[in-house]
């Protein structure tokens, strides 16, 4: 093969890379470096340029992508440096957990290992893909100038937003009215309403007034927090004790199970209050986090 | 013996010599010079610089609106010729300055100026 074959296809290659506007001007400027460039190694070894001299000459030079590459002006950042370690964490974590949920199945022998990759297997793809286009749009904004203006954070973190406290109590009333009056309303309610939210006799009589007592204790610490305006030492370790308590009766519940007379409505209330049984729970880890005398210490100083 | 790898010098002053490299190709652009006469000019004042890089920061230069070219056919294949416009010749006398300031305070530095 020719050198400036080699050359030319070596430039072709270059030139489909880059944008059309500046496709022939870089081509034929590139072009003529690189013969130069092959003339003086010719002349320096003092032998007629050949295809092992343009090849090692070209490779030296760089892969035409890289070549390319070059040419434009650096790319806007997707995911900032500090981001990329929790990024991957989150978009991997996110796939695994799905998988973990849905793969029992496939070893339970309810659903064939193909049938499962091809409906939840590759669907859990979802989740990086959703984290991706989110850091489109987060890096889209950032290009605009965008940048969220930086502010102290509490300096007392157990101070208490009053407003949105007020609006937290009224809804815990709000709701904790409907779960009351839920025995009474739910045989007024029409069609098969009352027989699907109708409560088991016993669980009424018998397991059910604890939470009575957990209510009433949990609104007299949060009335106790919004009158102080701070969650004081006290009512933090109160606050933990009432957590501990909701979960020992939700699990409770949870166990004995026998809430609604319909199985359908009993089931989906089991796994509903598994939900708020992880919720506390997390919470509770948190709480007792920010419990540790070194974050404690921390705060103050700063 | 250490792993070339953990000698960081190499990297460092290719970075720094990466800090002058515009100052140094506008230096030499205040004669006409086509892509590989300047980096010949360079490299024989001591400031090599590869051809992949010099090419596309001439580019860019040039859509900044520092550089003025032209293409022309001489004894030899076409080449694209270069030189400072007037925008450059301005850019280049604020960055000289702010070289010369550089040079000074740097110098204060090493020698342990503390004035």
Not at chain 2, 99 to 113: F, I, N, Q, R, S
Request: some cysteine; hydrophobic content about 50%.
């Amino acid at each position: 093969m020719n050198p400036n074959d080699v050359i030319r296809t070596y430039v072709a290659e270059v030139m489909r890379r880059l944008p059309g506007r500046e496709r022939q001007e870089v081509g034929l400027e590139l072009h003529g470096l690189l013969g130069e460039m092959l003339a003086d190694r010719a002349q320096s070894a003092g032998t007629p340029a050949d295809d092992a001299m343009v090849l090692a000459m070209l490779r030296e030079f760089g892969t035409p992508a890289q070549v390319a590459e070059r040419y434009h002006p650096a790319g806007a950042v997707v995911i900032p440096a500090m981001q990329t370690r929790s990024f991957a964490l989150f978009a991997f974590g996110g796939v695994a957990l799905q998988w973990a949920l849905t793969l029992p199945r496939v070893f339970g022998g309810d659903q064939p290992l193909v049938a499962w990759w091809f409906s939840a297997g590759l669907g859990a793809l979802w989740w990086p893909g959703l984290m991706v286009m989110s850091a489109l749009v987060a890096a889209l904004i950032r290009s605009h100038g965008w940048q969220p203006a930086w502010r102290p954070r509490m300096v007392d973190p157990e101070r208490v937003n009053r407003p949105v406290m007020l609006f937290g109590l009224v809804w815990f009333v709000l709701g904790v009215a409907l779960m009351v009056s839920l025995p009474w309303v739910a045989p007024m309610l029409p069609g098969v309403l009352p027989q699907v939210f109708a409560f088991d006799d016993g669980f009424l009589s018998r397991r059910a007034w604890p939470v009575l007592l957990l209510w009433g204790a949990t609104f007299a610490l949060q009335l106790s927090a919004y009158r102080q305006g701070r969650w004081s030492s006290l009512l933090r370790r109160l606050g933990m004790l009432s957590s501990l308590a909701w979960v020992a009766l939700l699990l409770w519940w949870i166990a004995v199970g026998g809430m609604f007379q319909a199985k359908a409505t009993d089931d989906g209330a089991r796994g509903a209050l598994g939900v708020v049984v992880l919720i506390v729970v997390i919470d509770l880890a948190c709480r007792l986090y920010r419990e540790r005398p070194s974050m404690r210490q921390l705060r103050v100083a700063g | 013996m250490a792993d070339s790898s953990d000698n960081p010098l190499p990297k460092l002053e290719l970075e720094l010599r990466r800090g002058v490299l515009v100052v140094a190709v506008l230096s030499q652009l205040r004669e006409v010079q086509y892509g590989y006469s300047l980096r010949q000019a360079l490299a024989r004042r001591g400031m090599p610089i590869e051809e992949g890089t010099l090419y596309p920061l001439l580019r860019r230069l040039e859509k900044q609106g520092v550089l003025a070219s032209e293409w022309r056919i001489e004894d030899g294949p076409p080449r694209r010729y270069y030189r400072l416009n007037d925008a450059g010749e301005a850019l280049l006398a604020e960055l000289t300055a702010s070289w010369h300031a550089l040079v000074g305070t740097m110098a204060g530095l090493l020698e342990g100026d503390t004035a």
